[in-house]
């Protein structure tokens, strides 16, 4: 279910041909400052298709009672907008079907582990506690195996959405810049040769 409702995620359909970021979490751990981090990981991504969801656990002894106190933590004193479950159990005979499957990398020994799952469901990384949702290592193999600029299918989407940093594109006809996001490669390419032909084409406009 969802954490503090009474309704549950859909978690197939949350997951569906997307990279996931599973994460055993607790509101009172020495770690529980990650939540910004996860949290700036999925602001950073999520537009180009990463879920990151939370499993609150008392496995290590440090949730709260409430599942209302878990909530303020999360919403309240981090900001967490990606998606959160109800409690669960993470490691032993009681241990959700998910950590059971997630076993094969590793069972959590500690609050948040981070599992990177890829777009076809397998396991692709196991990352442990000490591991800083934005240590360039998680961020670099979460970027290789899917979060990655969709193929755009307007000269408009790839110009929007090609390139990371402060690359800039020249809009001939506005005589304005296009500031590009979301670096790929391939998109960039694609982008760069929709821009010769607008300049091809531009000389034949009125």
């Not at 970021?21 to 770690?31: E, I």
């Not at 479950?85 to 948040?112: C, M, Y």
């Not at 990655?148 to 800039?168: F, K, N, P, S």
């Amino acid at each position: 279910g969802k954490l503090h409702r009474q309704d549950s995620w859909d978690l197939c359909q949350l997951t569906a041909n997307r990279p996931v970021l599973l994460v055993n979490t607790a509101s009172f751990c020495g770690y529980t400052p990650q939540f910004e981090g996860l949290e700036a990981l999925y602001q950073r991504y999520k537009d180009q298709g990463l879920v990151i969801i939370g499993f609150p656990s008392d496995d290590f002894f440090q949730e709260a009672d409430q599942s209302a106190e878990t909530a303020e933590v999360c919403y309240v004193n981090y900001g967490v907008t990606f998606p959160m479950t109800s409690e669960i159990n993470v490691r032993g005979r009681d241990a959700h079907p998910i950590f059971e499957h997630l076993k094969q990398a590793d069972s959590p020994s500690w609050n948040f582990n981070k599992y990177l799952i890829g777009k076809d469901g397998a396991i692709i990384e196991h990352f442990g506690s000490n591991t800083e949702p934005l240590d360039d290592e998680l961020v670099e193999i979460t970027v290789e195996h899917g979060v990655r600029v969709a193929r755009l299918d307007t000269a408009a989407q790839v110009l929007d959405h090609a390139v990371g940093g402060e690359h800039v594109v020249a809009d001939l006809r506005a005589e304005r810049d296009v500031h590009l996001r979301g670096f790929d490669l391939v998109a960039l390419c694609v982008a760069l040769a929709l821009l010769e032909l607008v300049e091809a084409r531009a000389e034949d406009l009125p």
